[in-house]
């Protein structure tokens, strides 16, 4: 079929961020099930930084490959003459991205409204020297949970209030403290718009789940920080709203329950042993740096080089 020069661009985008990420998601897979073979006593933290990396990576490189290869070569390289063919393959996989993005989309705005209008009294719980903004929810649902990404706020039932004993309210709060610190919200939100596989597949949601239950217990981690006390009156609390039934599901909400296939496990985590408080080394962001740097020039050197490569690609991709 033949398309006009802007049309060839658009398509030709399309298409390449349809199938880098395609490519980018399936090693993205198969490095998660390398990690969990061998996640058994690591940092829930890192843990949760590498599944997060994994999930948003496709997406990302995607992104990337598109916007500073495919791009650039077709319009330094590429003639503006009209009239050239575009291949049924590469329109379909256009197709493909387009559809991809947009589902990408629509999955963060559903998300988005889905976690909003809380409507209830806003009170204030004051738990020793400190104080806390709670809003105060009509629920059948037992609920403690920070909702929200841009003003993230805090909410929860009466009865899971009332069911709570002081140390194990403060635990639990300390809990969702530590959720807001860690901007989880934030990153549900970006995971439900990165894209996925395929339009409206689910291959890559059970990295959003690895990630939820690492972020749970990272969250645990730094809620106790080393304190066996705590690390008891956690567990309590989660029993404790357990036995009042199912949370109530909400997409970017970060609920004391998290996932209740886990719950077992994080009791028996916070019972077995006082938890670390999750202080991260200082050294490793400068690693990341370096690399980044060193990344950087390489790409920059071999850039022109690229550009060549890349549209001798395209051009047999269209074709």
């Known amino acids: ?3 006009p020069y802007g049309a060839r661009l658009a398509s030709i985008a399309a298409a390449s961020f349809f199938a880098v990420n395609l490519a980018a998601g399936a090693v993205s897979l198969a490095l998660e099930r ?3 073979r061998r996640s058994n006593g690591c940092d829930p933290r890192r843990a949760a930084a590498i599944l997060l990396a994994l999930r948003l990576g496709p997406g990302a490189v995607a992104l990337a490959a598109v916007a500073i290869l495919c791009v650039p070569s077709f319009l330094v390289l590429e003639p503006a003459e009209t009239g050239e063919s575009a291949s049924v393959v590469c329109l379909a996989m256009a197709i493909l991205g387009v559809v991809l993005t947009a589902a990408g989309a629509a999955r963060g705005a559903t998300a988005w409204l889905r976690s909003r209008g809380f409507e209830g009294s806003s009170e204030t719980l004051r738990l020793g020297a400190r104080r806390f903004p709670v809003r105060i929810v009509k629920s059948q649902r037992p609920l403690l949970a920070l909702v929200g990404v841009a003003r993230p706020r805090l909410v929860a039932t009466r009865a899971v209030l009332r069911a709570l004993k002081p140390a194990e309210l403060d635990a639990a709060l300390r809990h969702e403290r530590a ?9 549900r939100l970006l995971m439900a718009l ?7 597949g689910a291959g890559l949601r059970g990295l959003e789940r690895s990630w939820a239950r690492y972020a749970e217990r990272a969250a645990d981690d730094r809620a ?3 304190s066996a006390r705590r690390s008891v009156a956690l567990a309590a609390a989660l029993v404790r709203v357990a036995r009042l039934g199912a949370a109530a599901p909400i997409p970017l909400a970060a609920s004391l329950m998290g996932d209740a296939a886990d719950l077992e496990a994080r009791v028996e985590r916070l019972l077995r042993a006082p938890l670390p408080a999750g202080n991260r080394s200082g050294r490793q962001p400068w690693l990341w740096a370096l690399a980044s740097v060193a990344a950087t020039t390489a790409v920059c050197a071999a850039y022109p080089v690229l550009l060549i490569t890349v549209h001798e690609l395209l051009e047999r991709f269209m074709d």
């Open 224 to 226: 106790v920080a080393g």
């Open 179 to 187: 959720h807001a610190v860690s901007r989880d919200n934030s990153k």
């Open 194 to 200: 990165a894209p996925d596989l395929v339009p409206f």
């Open 1 to 3: 079929m033949n398309l």
């Open 34 to 36: 390398i990690l969990r």
